[in-house]
């Protein structure tokens, strides 16, 4: 199986939701890490995962240092 078809194989498989391990196993891998060379996140899986995070349920507030520490970078 040349390493083109190979790669095709293994994102179709990874998009329709098979699991990496039994991708691995499919194409004959002892390990999955020899997998990783044919299986890459495409840009719209990566969309798919972002989409499914929530924003996080916290106020950012801009860092404010204390005189302290500005009293210490101004002596360098």
């Not at 990496?20 to 499919?26: E, M």
């Not at 916290?58 to 210490?72: E, G, I, V």
């Amino acid at each position: 199986m040349s390493a083109t078809l190979r790669h095709s194989t293994a994102m179709h498989l990874l998009q329709s939701g098979v699991p990496f391990n039994v991708i691995a196993l499919w194409l004959g891998h002892k390990s999955t890490t020899t997998t990783h060379r044919h299986v890459e996140a495409d840009l719209a899986m990566k969309e798919k995962a972002l989409a499914r995070l929530e924003a996080p349920d916290t106020k950012m507030r801009r860092f404010r240092a204390p005189d302290s520490l500005m009293r210490f970078l101004q002596t360098l």
